[in-house]
């Protein structure tokens, strides 16, 4: 029987997994399209990027994904009238803790090599991969002989041919709006380069010629240069905030600051929520003869949807000085693991050795 119930679970949390990242990473996919259209960061790096942020959503999905794979194949027994069959002969709910920690014991020390090495790691390589992207105009997306329409088509860039360099562009026609004005720029050469300082990148056109409209005016200055630097799109999606999270899990700890402190334990979290999660499916999927399944899901997406906002919102307390340090985030895993015990034992599984489930 614990043989069976690992089974179904082990299937049911494969196939939640899959589903869930194939949602997820269509959403991140949507999202550095729309980076891509509006030139903040190059098309040439979008696989690099889906499969670099592989292990943050693995990192996301799985405790949800063996959550509802407990519920729903408890759900399931229950309703089908075989966890009655299984309680007649004596299969007390102890019998459910061996296959539930062969599923989740493993999760646990996938999401912990995950949380504390892969994720950040991959984070970190992203960083640097649009980093040197975004040095070379090749690979912030610039190809030879095409109109690149960029920011929603109030700039599109043309270049007739690119050096091997990946950094001078010849015959270059740039067409770009701000400001109610429409300005034209042509120039035999340009060079490709990024500012260190500010992260911005620049063309720097030589010897052409600018053609600057206004809308619906008869307004028209003609302008003729030796040299002009031109800023083009800024990478926004390389400008990030939380830098922590890319930082390896070695630095935080020696750090001790609270911002390291929070994302630390934030890492090692879903290892932890994982076991937490799959035991309050238990008392979550208990239902009566005749009480629909449909009830019992709503629940425990309240409760899932619960315990991951007050560990996110504890996560900003802990970096904000707001909870001491030597209580961190643990104490809300411990209150949602008393909290399964309880709702178990109110529900009369502790009465005996063998007690049904």
């Known amino acids: 029987m614990q043989k069976?119930?690992?089974?179904?679970?082990?299937?049911?949390?494969?196939?939640?997994?899959?589903?869930?990242?194939?949602?997820?990473?269509?959403?991140?996919?949507?999202?550095?399209?729309?980076?891509?259209?509006?030139?903040?960061?190059?098309?040439?790096?979008?696989?690099?990027?889906?499969?670099?942020?592989?292990?943050?959503?693995?990192n996301t999905i799985l405790p949800l994904a063996a959550f509802v794979a407990v519920l729903w194949v408890l759900g399931r027994l229950y309703a089908d009238q075989e966890m009655a069959v299984m309680r007649a002969s004596g299969f007390g709910w102890t019998g459910l803790l061996r296959p539930l920690l062969n599923l989740t014991l493993p999760l646990s020390m996938i999401l912990l090599v995950l949380g504390l090495a892969l994720a950040p790691t991959a984070a970190r390589m992203a960083e640097q991969q649009l980093e040197l992207a975004f040095r070379s105009a090749t690979l912030w997306g610039l190809q030879a002989g095409k109109f690149h329409v960029l920011k929603h088509g109030d700039l599109v860039v043309y270049a007739g041919s690119i050096d091997t360099d990946g950094r001078t562009l010849r015959n270059i026609f740039i067409k770009q709006r701000r400001q109610g004005r429409e300005q034209v720029w042509v120039a035999k050469t340009g060079k490709y380069w990024v500012d260190r300082k500010s992260g911005a990148h620049f063309l720097s056109l030589e010897k052409g010629k600018v053609t600057d409209m206004a809308r619906n005016r008869p307004d028209l200055r003609v302008l003729d240069f030796e040299r002009n630097d031109l800023r083009l799109p800024e990478p926004e999606y390389r400008k990030r905030d939380d830098e922590i999270s890319y930082r390896p899990s070695s630095e935080l700890l020696?750090?001790?600051?609270?911002?390291?402190?929070?994302?630390?334990?934030?890492?090692?979290?879903?290892?932890?929520?994982?076991?937490?999660?799959?035991?309050?499916?238990?008392?979550?999927?208990?239902?009566?003869?005749?009480?629909?399944?449909?009830a019992r899901i709503v629940l425990g997406v309240l409760v899932y949807l619960l315990y991951g906002n007050i560990l996110f919102l504890?996560?900003?307390?802990?970096?904000?000085?707001?909870?001491?340090?030597?209580?961190?985030?643990?104490?809300?895993?411990l209150v949602f693991l008393l909290m399964a015990f309880v709702w178990i034992r109110r529900q009369g599984r502790f009465t005996g050795r063998g007690a049904a489930v």
């Open 314 to 333: 504890c996560r900003s307390w802990v970096a904000e000085g707001v909870v001491p340090l030597a209580a961190g985030i643990w104490w809300v895993h």
């Open 4 to 58: 069976y119930l690992f089974r179904e679970w082990f299937w049911a949390t494969l196939a939640v997994s899959v589903m869930l990242l194939i949602v997820l990473m269509g959403a991140y996919m949507g999202n550095l399209i729309n980076d891509i259209a509006d030139g903040r960061m190059p098309a040439g790096l979008l696989g690099t990027l889906l499969l670099l942020h592989l292990p943050s959503i693995l």
């Open 254 to 294: 020696h750090d001790g600051d609270t911002h390291s402190f929070a994302e630390f334990q934030w890492r090692i979290s879903p290892a932890i929520s994982v076991m937490v999660l799959a035991l309050l499916a238990v008392p979550l999927a208990h239902s009566e003869p005749r009480e629909g399944r449909g």
